[in-house]
């Protein structure tokens, strides 16, 4: 059982704790993903904010942007899910370099490239889960990763309705890296609540 | 001139003709919408969760969040508008599985359970539904139309649907 009432409460309460977290976790996840596709990486230190569902709804881009939204559950010592985010442009830049067809600028993918965006958001979440492991030293398992592409808002109510049930705002992790072309990259991360006890508590942080 | 009113996720309004309400990608919540064709007000309501009395206490106090919750809300700002309980009916979009996780887990089947509540409740309080796209897996943009109730529902890649 959590000593926390709910999410908002802990997101509010630990958010400089929430933050770090996210920051280490995401430059993890960037250093990943560049070291295997072999890309030069200069990493902007991530965004973290606490949004209303509202602002999360647009804190990509506008709501009918189709964007690319990759969800997992986490199991282990901590249980729940997380979700990584990036616009078709990032998403369409990422598989080229994987697919090595540089000039490709179509913004539908094929199945071969929807299966390697599946294999790069299951890079990115694991290398982030990693760092979280690593700090905490917890068990904590990615599992099959699933992929949607639709409507920013609509693929953002999914955590918006998982936050929802606890109180009214959610946390979103942004980064940017890139070398010619900015890559954008968003984490939301969505432990049980009884997960935050065992997180803080594994960082010696006295909930 | 027509006038378009953009609700946002757990929002809600009520207008007349010949405005617009709508709401932009709804995924696995639930846009409902009613409508009285004699005095032509209409209202819309995009709710998240099916149930206020299944989530911790204090949670929440936006009743647009929920689908008890909201209908009933969308319903009292109709009657006060000005519309007829008899004359309104509904028409409802969205509850669409955005991810195929498996299993009974909540991102599996929230826009189901949001669908189902959202009918219980239409069905408790009497309100006819006259049009229902609920389901699948991808998002849907929704408009309702003040002149003459329509419904117009756009999703990517898919032509224009109206109920």
Redo the contacts between chains.
């Keep these: 059982m959590s000593k926390f ?2 999410l ?1 409460e802990v997101n509010e309460k630990y958010f400089d704790v929430l933050k770090e977290i996210g920051n280490i976790g995401a430059g993890n996840a960037t250093t990943s993903i560049a070291n295997m596709l072999g890309i030069k990486i200069d990493m902007k230190v991530p965004a973290v904010q606490l949004l209303s ?2 602002e ?2 647009t804190a990509i881009c ?3 942007e ?1 964007i690319v ?1 990759i ?1 997992l ?1 986490v199991t282990d010592d901590i249980t729940g ?1 997380m979700m990584f985010l990036m616009r078709l442009e990032s998403a369409r830049y990422l598989v080229n370099i994987l697919m090595m067809s540089p000039d490709n600028t179509s913004l539908e993918f094929n199945e071969m490239e929807l299966s390697a965006l599946q294999e790069i958001g299951n890079i990115i979440a694991g290398s982030y889960l990693n760092a979280l492991a690593t700090m905490t030293n917890l068990k904590i398992q990615p599992t099959v990763p ?3 592409i ?9 955590p ?3 936050f ?5 705002s959610a946390l979103m992790i942004s980064t940017e890296f890139g070398d010619d072309v900015k890559i954008d990259g968003h984490f939301i991360l969505l432990p049980e609540l009884d997960s935050y006890d065992k997180i803080l508590e594994a960082l010696g942080i006295p909930v | 001139m027509a006038e378009t009113i953009k609700i ?4 809600i309004a009520v207008s007349k003709d010949p405005n617009i309400i709508t709401t ?6 639930i846009g409902i919408a009613m409508y009285d064709p004699q005095t032509k007000i209409g209202g819309l309501v995009h709710v ?2 099916p149930d206020s009395t299944k ?2 206490a ?3 106090s ?1 009743a647009a ?1 929920f689908a008890d919750t909201g209908i009933q809300k969308l319903l009292d700002m109709m009657l006060k508008a000005g519309a007829s309980k008899s004359r309104i009916t509904a028409k409802i979009a969205g509850g ?1 599985k ?4 498996s299993g009974s ?3 599996g089947n ?1 826009g189901d359970r949001n669908a189902e509540a959202s009918r219980a409740k239409l069905k408790a309080l009497g309100i006819r539904i006259v049009g229902d796209d609920c389901g699948a ?5 929704v408009e309702l139309h003040c002149a003459d109730g329509k419904y117009v529902i756009k999703a ?1 890649g898919k032509p224009l649907r109206t109920l």
């Design positions: 009432e709910s908002q569902f509202q999360l709804e506008p709501e009918e189709v939204g969800f559950g899910s699933h992929l949607s639709d409507m920013a808002a609509a693929i953002l109510s999914v918006a309705i998982m929802g049930m606890d109180g009214d | 946002g996720i757990a929002d932009l990608g709804l995924g696995s919540c998240m969760l989530i911790r204090g949670a929440s936006n969040k669409a955005m991810f195929e996780v887990t909540d991102v929230v897996n991808y998002g849907r943009t990517v």
